[in-house]
């Protein structure tokens, strides 16, 4: 044999059962001995004539001589009777359920693409804005446009803001059709379909059909030679349906397609122009568009949430508190009873002032007045409240009064001294202190002395 070719077969063994073992696979079909991949390498491996001849020459003449590793595999696989048969009978069997499954989403997927977007009403919102936005550009009364504008609607921009026609587009839908959606999110079927080369799918199906025909004559061969009853009959049930299924899945095939050259008539498409209209491309620049619309909108929506934002803030701005809503209510809110001992000090305080504001007799203005002990509590609520409440008690006091009461605080404030906490020093560190004891035992040294000032005292002396 050739080198390069014995050194292939050599290769492929290494990812192969025993050559006896592949032989009773093949006979058998048995699945579990042999995989999908294990079929195609032994498809390029098949034997020619000629190579087979040569082989039995070769071992006729030198019958002591034992055949190397690739040559004996080829004796092997050319020893199976309607090999080539059996490999692509097998091959179509496996391969089967995955192409039905590669024709039959797709077009399951265009289907649900035309009804989302036949049953859209944003999408309508969308294209009848543009629509009106376009006469009113050209002066025009034009009932319809080509789809295919779509993908200059974001480069379209105007000459003062240099916002893109889909921004304005974008922001009248959003104003006047508050029930809008973003339409990328409802046309995910559409967006699926862009991926797919329908051009490609027709012709996945004719091969479909064309490898089904060929495995019945592949049956045919086979069932010439030795082949079980009962693998014949499976063989046959399993064409039988497969050639139904094929033949369903091109009537749904054809629908679809008709359903979407009426989907096409529907959207304003001429009636010659629609089978010149490419399906992948149609799709593609649906699902474009509305992605460009989905990023649009979010930007509209963020700006349209900032001015109202902003609004809300202008409001409010150079006005009193108690200007604003919140704190509009005329009464408020009675308070919870508060706890702890600042609740108890500012209640003393208060029924302390209440008695001053209480007292109107002249007689009093000498006596010293009997007020409570000014506390650090801060001012409160509560405090204020009390202030309010005690005024609300003599609403005809006069003016002279109200002179006695304002002098009576000034004296209450003025003749109790304030009680305020001395800050407390920081204590110092008490490391280099010696004992006051071991200082008069041991004495001072004379450089301690000096420092102290005791140098020729009689402190020294003693």
């Not at 029930?179 to 079927?189: F, P, R």
């Not at 979407?260 to 992948?280: C, D, Q």
């Not at 699902?287 to 609004?311: D, G, I, P």
């Not at 409570?372 to 801060?378: F, H, K, L, P």
Request: glycine content about 4%; aromatic content about 6%.
């Amino acid at each position: 044999m050739d080198p390069k070719r014995s050194n292939a077969i050599n290769i492929g063994l290494t990812v192969l059962p025993p050559p006896r073992t592949i032989k009773i696979a093949i006979l058998n079909f048995d699945e579990y001995a042999l995989n999908k991949e294990g079929i195609e390498k032994i498809l390029t491996m098949i034997p020619t004539e000629e190579e087979k001849q040569k082989i039995q020459e070769a071992q006729l003449a030198n019958p002591d001589v034992p055949l190397g590793s690739a040559e004996q595999f080829l004796l092997t696989l050319s020893s199976i009777s309607e090999l080539s048969a059996r490999l692509h009978l097998w091959a179509f069997k496996m391969d089967y359920e995955t192409t039905e499954k590669e024709v039959a989403e797709p077009l399951l997927d265009l289907k649900e693409g035309i009804d989302q977007l036949e049953n859209n009403k944003t999408l309508g919102f969308i294209l009848s804005t543009l629509l009106a936005i376009g006469n009113f550009l050209n002066g025009t009364n034009a009932k319809a446009f080509e789809l295919s504008y779509l993908e200059k609607v974001p480069e379209v921009k105007d000459t003062v803001h240099k916002q893109s026609l889909l921004h304005h587009v974008c922001t009248m839908v959003v104003e006047n059709f508050p029930d809008s959606s973003d339409l990328y999110s409802e046309i995910g079927a559409v967006t699926r379909s862009a991926k797919v080369d329908f051009d490609q799918l027709q012709d996945n199906l004719c091969q479909m059909e064309r490898r089904c025909k060929a495995s019945w004559d592949h049956l045919k061969a086979i069932a010439k030679h030795e082949m079980k009853p009962v693998l014949k009959q499976r063989m046959s049930e399993f064409l039988k349906d497969c050639a139904e299924r094929i033949i369903i899945l091109k009537i749904v095939h054809r629908r679809i397609i008709n359903r979407f050259h009426s989907f096409l008539l529907f959207m304003g498409h001429p009636p010659y122009a629609i089978r010149e209209v490419n399906i992948n491309k149609f799709c593609r620049i649906i699902s474009e568009f509305a992605l460009e619309y989905r990023t649009t909108r979010e930007r509209v929506l963020q700006q349209k949430q900032k001015r109202a934002n902003h609004r809300e803030r202008n409001k409010t701005r150079g006005k009193m508190i108690t200007d604003s809503g919140k704190f509009s209510s005329s009464s408020p809110a009675p308070l919870s009873q508060p706890q702890g001992l600042s609740y108890a000090e500012d209640a003393t305080e208060h029924e302390n002032m209440k008695a001053v504001l209480k007292t109107s007799s002249p007689a009093m203005e000498d006596a010293t007045p009997v007020l409570g002990v000014r506390t650090r509590s801060r001012a409160s609520r509560g405090s204020a409240s009390s202030w309010t409440m005690g005024t609300d008690d003599s609403p005809n006091v006069t003016d002279d009064a109200a002179d006695e009461i304002m002098d009576r605080i000034v004296k209450s404030a003025t003749q109790v001294p304030s009680q305020r906490v001395v800050p407390r020093e920081r204590k110092r560190s008490r490391a280099n202190r010696k004992s006051l004891r071991r200082t008069l035992k041991s004495g001072l040294t004379p450089e301690e002395a000096r420092a102290l000032g005791l140098v020729g005292t009689a402190e020294l002396q003693l």
